[in-house]
Nanobody, 121 residues
Framework: QVQLVESGGGLVQTGGSLRLSCAAS????????MGWYRQAPGKQRELVAA???????NYADSVKGRFSISRDNAKNTVYLHMNSLKPEDTAVYYC???????????????WGQGTQVTVSS
């Protein structure tokens, strides 16, 4: 089993910054891609940013130049650095990881519980 625990959300003013963290734990052999998604009220969940185990990244057009994703493979942790935040960034942010587990020996897609980010105007 794999657990993803997110932290770092909160309330920030327009133009402010936040850093989200997500730590994976459990029966982990390796982690392939990790990413951050978000879901605003009344909207579908969307990809914000993703990073492979080798460090390749991709971003939603709406966050390019403002957000940065990174990971610490030794700590099984992924980060999302968010700068120049806008009210439209307000959402619940979810961590996602593509994990190869040891027990059971399988590949699983895991989600965190979500952390609220609110940007006030």
């Amino acid at each position: 089993q794999v657990q993803l625990v997110e932290s770092g959300g909160g309330l920030v003013q327009t133009g402010g910054s936040l850093r989200l963290s997500c730590a994976a734990s459990g029966s982990i052999f390796s982690i392939n891609a990790m990413g951050w998604y978000r879901q605003a009220p009344g909207k579908q969940r969307e990809l914000v940013a993703a990073i492979t185990s080798g460090g390749s990244t991709n971003y939603a057009d709406s966050v390019k130049g403002r957000f940065s994703i990174s990971r610490d493979n030794a700590k099984n942790t992924v980060y999302l650095h968010m700068n120049s935040l806008k009210p439209e960034d307000t959402a619940v942010y979810y961590c996602n990881a593509d994990v190869q587990t040891i027990v059971p020996n399988k590949r699983t897609n895991s989600w965190g519980q979500g952390t609220q980010v609110t940007v006030s105007s």
